[in-house]
């Protein structure tokens, strides 16, 4: 380029510049802009002096207000001045023409403003294209079109007369000065001399130009589409509401979706949970408000934002903390206590939540729930109580599938429900009363629960979603523990409560139950008086029972009859005596299995056990002329009728050591009763009561009155254990028997009797039959003191008189 020399078809190379910020100017370009710099206004200012020209170039950075040499691109563009305006504020608004493209060779001058010398690169009128570059030319329109549509910034009248320009220099630069390129960008096509060079560079910037494009409208659309989406929803449900509103359930369904849906978001749930209520409440909305399907959908929802999924109680098992509820509220019950107190400790020292199962089994009324209760307080976590008495299906556990009407969850989350937390004490009260049949097998359902294997998901068939049991904890009661499946019983840990003695009721009244109904019925003080010796008549008469559920109902209608007369002005305390007792309560109820008289003839006292506890009943058996008929009566159960029979046959293995007729059974009948008629009775355990009452009946022996009896017999006269000497022993005890025979087998039960009970009364525990015989017949056959006992004439008075031997126990 040396050779070059620097002349032009403008007459000069030496021109004022004027700095522009954030636009470039482009040859053959029309437009005007503002100038407010001073050093700009002088450059313009020295242009019209002269002869209208003025070098333009762009700042690289539009932010510098005072540039410097350096500041300023090296190739900027001549242009004529055609207009100016001085605008109010001071500043010129000026119209140029670019003319050509002028390469700054040298600052010449920098007082008032820049001055430059430059070398002009003008392009004359009648460029011809090159195939090259027309080709090029071509394509730079093509996607200059796409990218006018794309962008829609550009209308079609400009994009037209762009494409028209033939000059393919000029042609360039006006596509480059209508792209929004950056200052750099467009600086770069200015400074492409040649025209093809600056062809191929707009290629490049259109085609890139052109992807950004592409892609921003990719985006675009989808951010529409999803506008539209929202959009759409939202329109729609606005319209809904306008029906619903239409329709008279003005606020109604939506006041209700919007308040489920603040719920949902206030309450912490698995992501699982929370899914299915969202859909659910989308299902909601569309359901028509007075449809029966909404309110399944709604009962639904209700329970699932109800349940607790994460909720827990804070729980620090602490023992010594237990240790003092648990005396607090419960009197006696000192291995129980223990028990649980040691749970409590393996629970604090493993700091589980859960863990074996207790099952507290024992009579109705001797504290299984106030226990369960209490271990609840001493860890600090709520409790809650299931009746699984009379529980035959299954689906009152595990719930109804939501298809049919009125479908509820099971009775184990409907407790979940109530506990609030996830980690509760829950009781399963009456474990042995469920039953099966067809509709199901509850106690299939109930292994699962207390399985911690499994309990981790346990399905209900309303709720459907998995729930976890595994932090709650489980305590089960049961009356009686053999009608629980084995499978079951097994999974638990048993703890038994028997039943109290008078005494230990009488101390549980006095502390607990009637200071509670005193404060129950604003009794405070002294108000309301109760002698020990009344309660003890209360426990007594009034009552029949191991526990001391009805002692404390009986207690609380005292207490309203008490309150009712203080409230009536009649007097200021009551003082309940044994007369008082009776206006109150009514006639003694019962009369309890006492000790009989005198000595009876074919009546022997038994001890029984009911699932009230133990009883005493007195077998009588009468003997009269026949033909050798046997009757039973007094409501026996099978296994009592069997075991009847079977103490009549081992008598009569033994009428001739009795010194009974061999062919007895052929000439009389034998009349076998268990008074109470009214109440059921089974069990083997009768079995040497009645075997002592036929023989006393046949012999004519009296039985020692003082004396009870409890035990299976076999055949051969030998004598096996029975379940529930505890309960029987107290029985008696309270009957005033002195000796209980029983079974050798059952002397390891002695253990659990109350000492109370031990010292009062002699156990005699016998293998055989013939020890209880010798036991409990007297002597003496009756038939006549001044005979000798002789007692085959005894057997022939009575065969020829119809005489009755016996059986005149109740007189
Ligand atoms: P269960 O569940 O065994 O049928 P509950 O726990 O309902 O019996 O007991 C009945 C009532 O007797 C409760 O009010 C309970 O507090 C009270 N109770 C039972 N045993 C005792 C005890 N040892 N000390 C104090 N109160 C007792």
């Excluded at 911690?452 to 009661?477: A, C, G, K, M, R």
Aim: hydrophobic share 40%; charged share 30%.
């Amino acid at each position: 380029m040396a050779a070059q020399t620097n002349s032009n078809e403008y007459g000069k190379t030496t021109y004022p510049l004027l700095p522009l910020r954030g636009l470039l100017v482009y040859p053959s370009m029309v437009l005007h802009f503002d100038v407010g710099r001073p050093k700009s206004v002088s450059a313009l200012e020295a242009a019209m002096v002269e002869d209208h020209l003025i070098v333009l170039a762009s700042q690289e950075d539009g932010q510098i207000d005072e540039p410097v040499v350096d500041d300023l691109y090296g190739v900027g563009t001549l242009a004529r001045v055609k207009q100016m305006m001085k605008l109010p504020n001071g500043t010129i608004r000026v119209l140029v023409e670019g003319l050509a493209r002028a390469e700054i060779l040298e600052y010449t001058g920098e007082q008032d403003y820049f001055q430059v010398e430059v070398r002009i690169h003008s392009e004359p009128d009648d460029v011809q294209a090159t195939p090259e570059m027309q080709a090029m030319m071509r394509s730079v329109s093509q996607q200059f079109e796409q990218y006018v549509k794309l962008s829609r910034k550009l209308d079609q009248e400009t994009y037209a007369a762009v494409v028209d320009i033939n000059h393919p220099g000029r042609f360039a630069d006006m596509v480059a000065s209508h792209l929004p390129l950056k200052v750099r960008e467009k600086q770069e096509i200015l400074e492409c001399f040649d025209i093809q060079e600056r062809l191929e560079r707009l290629l490049q910037i259109l085609s890139d130009e052109r992807e950004v494009l592409e892609l921003e409208r990719k985006i675009h659309q989808r951010v529409r589409k999803q506008m539209e989406k929202t959009q759409k929803e939202y329109y729609l449900r606005e319209q809904m509401k306008a029906i619903q509103r239409e329709l008279g359930d003005k606020e109604g369904r939506m006041a209700e979706i919007e308040e489920l849906r603040e719920k949902l978001e206030a309450k912490q749930l698995p992501p699982q949970v929370y899914e299915k209520v969202e859909k659910e409440i989308v299902r909601l909305e569309r359901i028509p408000a007075s449809s029966a399907e909404g309110t399944v959908a709604r009962t639904y929802i209700d329970w699932l934002l109800e349940l607790p999924w994460t909720e827990e109680a804070r729980s620090t098992p602490d023992v010594a903390r237990a240790e003092r509820i648990l005396n607090e509220e419960h009197y006696g019950l000192e291995k129980v206590k223990d028990r649980i107190l040691e749970f409590i400790a393996v629970q604090a020292l493993t700091n589980r939540q859960s863990g074996p199962i207790i099952c507290l089994a024992g009579p109705p009324g001797v504290g299984k729930t106030s226990l369960a209760r209490s271990i609840a307080k001493s860890l600090n976590r709520p409790f809650v109580r299931v009746s699984l008495g009379g529980v035959r299906d299954d689906a009152e556990i595990r719930g109804h599938r939501r298809t049919y009407i009125g479908a509820m969850p099971g009775r184990i989350l409907q407790g979940m429900k109530q506990a609030q937390v996830i980690n509760p004490v829950f009781l399963l009260d009456e474990i042995d009363k469920m039953a099966s049949d067809f509709r199901g097998d509850p106690a299939a359902a109930m292994l699962e629960i207390l399985d911690p294997e499994q309990n981790e998901t346990f399905s209900d068939h309303y709720i459907e979603i998995p729930y976890n049991l595994s932090n709650v904890l489980f305590i089960t009661t049961a009356n009686n523990l053999y009608d629980i499946p084995g499978p079951l019983r097994d999974r638990m840990e048993i703890i038994q409560l028997a039943g109290y003695t008078e005494l230990e009721k009488l101390h549980i009244a006095k502390g607990h139950l009637l200071p509670r109904q005193r404060d129950r019925h604003a009794l405070k003080g002294d108000r309301l008086r109760m002698s020990d010796d009344v309660i003890m008549e209360i426990i007594r008469h009034y009552t029949r029972e191991s526990g001391v559920r009805n002692l404390d109902r009986l207690i609380a209608s005292i207490c309203r009859k008490a309150a009712r007369i203080i409230a009536s002005g009649e007097s200021k305390r009551v003082t309940v005596t044994s007369a008082l007792l009776t206006t109150f309560l009514g006639a003694h109820r019962f009369e309890y299995g006492q000790v009989e008289e005198t000595d009876q003839i074919g009546g022997v006292a038994g001890l029984a056990w009911t699932e009230m506890g133990g009883d005493m009943l007195t077998v009588e058996v009468s003997v009269v002329p026949g033909t050798g008929k046997v009757v039973l009566t007094g409501k026996l159960g099978d296994v009592m009728k069997e075991s009847a029979q079977t103490a009549l046959s081992y008598v009569r293995s033994r009428a001739k050591s009795l010194h009974i007729p061999t062919d007895f059974h052929e000439k009389v009948d034998l009349h076998i009763h268990v008074p109470e008629g009214a109440i059921p009775k089974d069990g083997p355990s009768a079995g040497i009561t009645m075997a002592t009452a036929v023989a006393s009946a046949l012999t004519n022996r009296r039985v020692h009155r003082e004396i009870a009896m409890t035990g299976e017999i076999t055949l051969r006269g030998r004598v096996l254990p029975i379940g529930g000497l505890k309960e029987k022993s107290l029985a008696a005890h309270r009957a005033g028997i002195q000796t209980i025979i029983m079974p050798k087998g059952n002397i390891k039960d002695l253990e659990e009797i109350p000492s109370i009970v031990r010292e009062a009364v002699r156990f005699v525990p016998v293998s055989h039959m013939d020890e209880v015989l010798e036991l409990a017949l007297e002597e003496a056959p009756l038939v006549d003191d001044s005979e000798q006992s002789n007692h085959d004439a005894w057997f022939a008075d009575l065969l020829s008189e119809g005489k009755y031997g016996g059986g005149e126990a109740h007189q």
